[in-house]
């Protein structure tokens, strides 16, 4: 519920007091960015401070809320050490060397006991700016945003980041691309339909800095892009500095945190993962990842081992018995190669079972009635089974429309009816609902129809309408289905050719602070109510959440009352507003802007 002021301030302004508010506060905001903005090139500065006085409109609306001296009393959260500025709960570097190197099991998720949490805010590093809209922040971070060298220096011959003053600069070459992502790309669309919509979705496994995923986007392809925290520790958080969807993560012991049939592709350059370990127990979670007829890219070692053995540094007898067992793992997957040239190899998944040679003695198949089961579950050395066909014609899970047409067709995992408790007509409901939401959301953030917001992470996706309802080439929605939610609706997402992945909120997400522009929490605390600390989900969300981000919770009035309570000690500002139906509906929206602060502001952040 909204605080009211008190009652000399419910007079109402004149157009020219008002005018003079607006000026005064952009003037406020242009001057903290000069102080505090980027340093790159000429235009990078009044760039920031454009985008900073935009940042204005939404600020300013959320001011009226302020925090008199008859609310209750509210704990105030101090800023964490300087050293938590990159801190990773769940992928700390000093937890992650007590676990075991065997199969990358020490690079997984491992997340710190209950009285090891901290229970501070992580500062931004000093000199952090907003990063530059979309596409400019593909090719440039500032430095200052993520301060890490090590990928300039120790890997400068790679080429992947190049340090420019105070700018990263991002050339898309380098070892993985050597003749530009962009031909890369061109050479692998020859043979892969990246230009119709029919490959919408694609995972980048051992990702770099995501250089692949970021082209993509040309095409109109999103790519889910992961890499581990190592020693080269900055992958990932350059990769969502440049706008890109990536999460922290690896292929070790436990099954990737994505349903069944999700991929139309998935990817690996150079990506250092030795595919025929376990008894090609990776290509055997790749393909259950893989949905029929999509498309498994190699590129690098050992495919040409022939001409580059000498390079790579290995022997040649070595590299040929691991081409020999990946081309003889691919037929047990029923995949077909459709490609081979230079250091790239292609293969397909056929479409269905029908296409295969039938029962083959080496193949143990998954038990299905636990497939959708991976949430820290240990990958299995079987064979995901195919869905059902009727013929040989016929696309197994079924066939998808071309994107965007796809986004909004009805998912054949809701047309088959295999999905209990979703029909047709509430898929088509649950669409028209979330278009009324986020048009009202705009009415109130008015930025959300700008470029100002590129990363969103939606906590409780549902079936993915609230993602579908804010497509745009301008952002990219990372959509989150809780594991503890009622329904597993994950699989539609991907049909609809949206991006996402299976999380508990009562643990930290794998990703850096900072990450994302906006986050929507849609009934987040009524499903956790009873399983973990709103205070804690509430500290995560403030870890991922950038500097001047903006949050939007939607959930019943008494939670949100609680929720406002807890942020207005992390220093955000807020605003509650009724349910667009009206105000006796019960359900509320709380609007929440982060403001800004970075290391060593402790005079700032406590006023």
Partial sequence: MAIKGNPGDNRSRGPASIVFVVGLCCFFYLIGVWQRGGFGKGNSRALQITKKAEDCSILSNLEYETHHGDQLEVKQFEPCGEQYVDYTPCHDQKRAMTFPKENMNFRERHCPPEEEKLHCLIPAPKGYITPFPWPKSRDYVPYANAPHKSLTTEKAVQNWVRYEGDLLGFPGSGTQFPYGVDAYIDQLASVIPMDNGTVRTALDTGCGVASWGAYLFKKNVIAMSFAPRDSDEAQVQFALERGVPAVIGVLGTIKLPFPLRAFDMVHCSHCLI??????????????????????????????????????????????????????????????????????????????????????????????????????????????????????????????????????????????????????????????????????????????????????????????????????????????????????????????????????????????????????????IFSLYKDKCSAEDILLEMDRILRPEGAVIFRDHEDILGQVKTIVSGMRWKTKMVDHEDGPLIPKKVLFAVKKYWVVGDNSTILR
């Fill in 274 to 523: 030795r595919w025929t370990t376990n008894g090609g127990l990776y290509m055997m979670e790749v393909d259950r990842v893989l949905r029929p007829g999509g498309y498994w890219i190699l590129s690098g070692s050992p495919i040409n081992w022939r001409t580059n053995y000498q390079a790579w540094q290995r022997p040649k007898e070595e590299m040929e018995e691991e081409q020999r067992m990946i081309e003889e793992m691919a037929e047990l997957l029923c995949w077909e190669k459709k490609y081979e040239k230079d250091e790239i190899a292609i293969w397909r998944k056929r479409v269905n079972y029908e296409y295969c040679s039938g029962p083959d003695s080496r193949v143990t198949l998954c038990d299905h009635s636990n497939s959708e089961n991976v949430w820290y579950k240990k990958m299995e050395a079987c064979v995901t089974p195919y869905p059902e066909t009727t013929n040989s014609e016929q696309v197994s899970g079924g066939e998808l429309k071309p994107f965007p047409e796809r986004l909004n067709a009805i998912p054949p995992r809701i047309a088959s009816g295999s999905l209990p408790g979703v029909s047709i007509e509430s898929f088509q409901e649950d669409n028209k609902l979330w278009k009324k939401h986020v048009k009202a959301y705009k009415r109130v953030n008015k930025l959300l129809d700008t470029r100002r917001y590129r990363n969103v992470l939606d906590m409780n996706a549902g079936l993915g309408s609230f993602a579908a309802a804010l497509e745009s080439s301008k952002l990219w929605v990372m959509n989150v289905m809780p594991t503890i939610a009622e329904r597993d609706t994950l699989g539609v997402l991907y049909d609809r050719g949206l991006i996402g992945i299976y999380h508990d909120w009562c643990e930290a997400f794998s990703t850096y602070p900072r990450s994302y522009d906006l986050i929507h929490a849609n009934g």
